[in-house]
Nanobody, 125 residues
Framework: QVQLVESGGGLVQAGGSLRLSCAAS????????LGWFRQAPGKEREFVAA?????????QYADSVKGRFTISRDNAKNAVYLQMNSLKPEDTAVYYC?????????????????WGQGTQVTVSS
């Protein structure tokens, strides 16, 4: 079993930055796909970013965050991060970290079997 704990959420003004962290425990997730998803009030949960290893580290981003958000992972620390810059009010959501031991479409939440409890990000205008 893998446990995921997110941290780093908070309240920030539009244009500001936040860095989310997700610490994994229970087993090494170095070979897992690690992803970030978010859910805004009244909306479906949506894909934000994912990173996986295959010789190099590969990443994928939702169009809405490309150029503003950066996902990174530290396999030695069993952790994944999401650096969020140029934040907009529409980025307000609960952000979830997820991990998948199998490979597939990284943007699909059904791929992921482990989820964190979420951390709130609020961007004020």
């Amino acid at each position: 079993q893998v446990q995921l704990v997110e941290s780093g959420g908070g309240l920030v003004q539009a244009g500001g930055s936040l860095r989310l962290s997700c610490a994994a425990s229970g087993r090494s997730v170095s070979s897992y796909i690690l992803g970030w998803f978010r859910q805004a009030p009244g909306k479906e949960r949506e894909f934000v970013a994912a990173a996986w290893n295959g010789g190099n580290t590969y990443t994928q981003y939702a169009d809405s965050v490309k150029g503003r958000f950066t996902i990174s992972r530290d396999n030695a620390k069993n952790a994944v991060y999401l650096q969020m810059n140029s934040l907009k009010p529409e980025d307000t959501a609960v952000y979830y970290c997820a991990a998948s031991s199998t490979y597939g479409r990284p943007s699909s939440e059904v791929l992921y079997e482990y989820w964190g409890q979420g951390t709130q990000v609020t961007v004020s205008s």
